[in-house]
């Protein structure tokens, strides 16, 4: 009798003991287990310059794909590992300033921006004016931020190359008309690791960019009416080999075709 009712203590006690010993949750997933919304870029390779977005909801402990995937473009020379939520990754090419490679990982979604006064986003949004520019220049203190020149004075802004209005500065360009933040190298944290990096609209089906991320007008669209700055949304982009091996440590979607 002492027997049979010692065995399902015995039995609990082994059971708690290995519960105690799993490896714990990833470290660098609960930098993001309060996203409510994740876009997903996935590429062939570290070389593709095109890719599918995907954009998905929590449900529960897992994602809920919205919408149909489309088509995307990346950086000309592919993409490379980036600085974002994870922790810095060597098992790749890692992004610099000039590359012309999109980062790759985990990274926060940051403001909205356009040509226009408002438009149609959850995200926090900043009409973009003839003297706002995105420094990406390593030097400058202002490395990677968005500042408006005619009331910032310091050294190097001059020779930042990033207006975020392309329509003034470079021949009625569109491409910065819609599109958000990417929040790679935030800060500048990384000296000459990257800079402006942001989801914005292509010049042409199929063009690759200069590291950012890239879609058609029909696409951002949607996308940005979805987004929700409350939701603490997160943008992945990574090459297929590399999305396997990550995704179920990083709790990131299953891909469903």
């Known amino acids: ?21 799993r490896a714990p949750a990833n470290a660098e997933a609960a930098h993001w287990a309060n996203a409510g919304q994740l876009v997903l870029v996935t590429t062939a390779d570290w070389d593709a310059t095109t890719g599918t977005l995907r954009y998905f909801e929590r449900a529960g402990a897992g994602w809920k794909q919205v919408d149909k995937p489309f088509d995307v473009t990346v950086g000309r020379t592919g993409t490379a590992w980036g600085t974002g939520l994870h922790a810095p990754r060597s098992d790749g090419p890692v992004k610099r300033e000039g590359d012309g490679k999109a980062p790759a990982g985990v990274f926060a979604i940051g403001t909205a921006f356009g040509y226009a006064a408002s438009a149609r986003t959850g995200l926090d949004y900043k009409g973009m004016g003839s003297n706002d520019w995105c420094i990406d220049v390593p030097e400058s203190t202002y490395y990677n931020k968005i500042i408006d020149r005619s009331l910032v004075k310091a050294p190097h802004l001059d020779k930042s190359s990033e207006p975020m209005r392309r329509d003034i500065h470079v021949d009625g360009d569109q491409r910065y008309r819609e599109g958000f933040v990417i929040e790679h190298n935030p800060d500048g944290a990384v000296a000459n690791g990257g800079s402006c ?18 879609m058609a007008p029909g696409n951002m669209a949607p996308l940005l009416a979805w987004l929700d700055a409350r939701k603490r949304p997160v943008f992945v982009e990574l090459p297929q080999a590399q999305y396997a091996q990550l995704r179920a440590a990083w709790n990131l979607p299953e891909i469903k075709e």
């Open 1 to 21: 009798m002492t027997i049979r009712r010692t065995a399902p203590l015995l039995l609990s006690l082994v059971l708690a003991t290995a519960c105690a010993h």
């Open 197 to 214: 990096i942001f989801a914005h609209l292509w010049k042409a089906p199929g063009e690759a960019t200069a590291g950012c991320t890239a």
